[in-house]
């Protein structure tokens, strides 16, 4: 597996310095915008889940290059790459062209998780970054919020998970918020659900229009990393079809349950997931390059 040449301590004397730098940087965002941190975890999964965490999806579009920005689960979504890029910049002060934006991506992703109260785990270090993008791959692989357990157990498995796995990663859903157009057909033509949860959101996500209303995905602590997210899908209160999914009668129940009541067992179950997921197909060696700037290439 190239995930082996993958190391923890990749940049311990090429750029000491890089880890601390973002580690303040994160903490800062994440200080100013709870919701920054979600944001930031969000942007490795998109990076990962597109041709490898090869950080494809920073990638600006440009008159003869098209990139991931625009994909249906990007576009008016994904954010956080203000971060990013100062943190890239203040990087690349400290040591330039040595740490890629791939490698910032995973290590954001770790640091936000940490600053909201979740678990840590060693990141492996030494991605290169993509030349290329892909939309289509962005259209077709990132999990969409209407899949139905079998369509999330498939999604997943083709990267390698197991449903267990894809599990502990939905728990992600912890942290961060939706936009109504993601959520209404479950508000309003689902049963499911409780029913003062329900009446709640439908005061911010009304049948038509609102449709960039946003709502956290964690109504019980919206902004801490915590196992609420399965407790809340255990009180039939997931705001996702795919979220309440994987407590509807099926084979993912029992472990929903097990995390609702042991967040260390999440926490275990979600660090092992999420370097395996920062494992997919990275760039090494002499593949890809070191971006001076995450949005475009050299």
């Given at each position: 597996?190239?995930?082996?040449?993958l190391?923890?301590?990749?940049?311990s004397?090429s750029?000491?310095?890089?880890l601390?730098?973002?580690?303040?940087?994160v903490?800062?965002?994440?200080?100013?915008e709870?919701?920054?941190?979600?944001?930031?975890?969000?942007?490795?999964?998109?990076?990962?889940?597109?041709?490898?965490?090869?950080?494809?999806?920073?990638?600006d579009?440009?008159?003869?290059?098209?990139?991931?920005?625009?994909?249906?689960?990007?576009?008016?979504s994904?954010r956080?790459?203000?971060?990013?890029?100062?943190?890239?910049?203040?990087v690349?002060?400290?040591?330039?062209?040595?740490?890629?934006?791939?490698?910032?991506l995973?290590?954001?992703?770790?640091?936000?998780?940490?600053?909201?109260g979740g678990p840590?785990?060693?990141?492996?270090?030494?991605?290169r970054?993509s030349?290329t993008?892909?939309?289509?791959?962005?259209?077709?692989?990132?999990?969409?919020?209407?899949?139905?357990?079998?369509?999330?157990?498939?999604?997943?498995?083709?990267?390698?998970?197991?449903?267990?796995?894809?599990?502990?990663?939905?728990?992600?859903?912890?942290?961060?918020?939706?936009?109504?157009?993601?959520f209404?057909?479950?508000?309003?033509?689902?049963?499911?659900?409780?029913?003062?949860f329900?009446?709640s959101?439908?005061?911010?996500c009304?049948?038509?229009?609102?449709?960039n209303?946003?709502?956290?995905?964690?109504?019980?602590?919206?902004?801490?990393?915590d196992?609420?997210?399965?407790?809340?899908?255990?009180n039939?209160k997931?705001?996702?079809h795919?979220?309440?999914?994987?407590?509807?009668?099926?084979?993912?129940d029992?472990?929903?349950t097990t995390?609702?009541?042991?967040?260390?067992?999440?926490f275990?179950?979600?660090?092992?997931?999420?370097?395996?997921?920062g494992?997919?197909?990275?760039l090494?060696?002499?593949?890809?390059?070191?971006?001076?700037?995450?949005r475009?290439t050299?």
């Amino acid at each position: 597996m190239a995930s082996a040449q993958l190391t923890t301590n990749y940049y311990s004397s090429s750029c000491p310095n890089a880890l601390s730098i973002i580690k303040s940087a994160v903490n800062t965002a994440v200080n100013n915008e709870a919701r920054m941190g979600a944001s930031l975890l969000r942007l490795h999964f998109h990076d990962c889940f597109v041709n490898g965490c090869d950080a494809s999806i920073l990638l600006d579009d440009t008159s003869n290059f098209t990139g991931e920005k625009t994909a249906v689960p990007n576009a008016n979504s994904v954010r956080g790459f203000d971060v990013i890029d100062t943190i890239k910049s203040q990087v690349e002060s400290s040591c330039p062209g040595v740490v890629s934006c791939a490698d910032i991506l995973a290590v954001v992703a770790r640091d936000s998780v940490v600053a909201l109260g979740g678990p840590s785990w060693t990141v492996r270090l030494g991605r290169r970054d993509s030349t290329t993008a892909s939309l289509s791959t962005a259209n077709s692989d990132i999990p969409a919020p209407t899949l139905n357990l079998s369509g999330l157990i498939s999604s997943f498995s083709n990267k390698g998970f197991s449903a267990n796995e894809m599990v502990a990663l939905s728990g992600s859903h912890t942290i961060g918020q939706a936009r109504c157009t993601n959520f209404r057909d479950r508000l309003y033509n689902e049963t499911n659900i409780d029913a003062s949860f329900q009446s709640s959101l439908q005061a911010n996500c009304p049948s038509s229009g609102g449709d960039n209303n946003l709502s956290p995905l964690d109504t019980k602590s919206p902004t801490t990393f915590d196992n609420a997210y399965f407790t809340n899908l255990v009180n039939n209160k997931g705001l996702l079809h795919s979220d309440q999914q994987l407590f509807n009668g099926g084979s993912t129940d029992s472990q929903v349950t097990t995390y609702s009541t042991k967040s260390t067992t999440f926490f275990t179950d979600f660090a092992n997931a999420i370097v395996k997921m920062g494992n997919l197909s990275p760039l090494t060696g002499t593949s890809g390059q070191i971006r001076t700037n995450c949005r475009k290439t050299n």
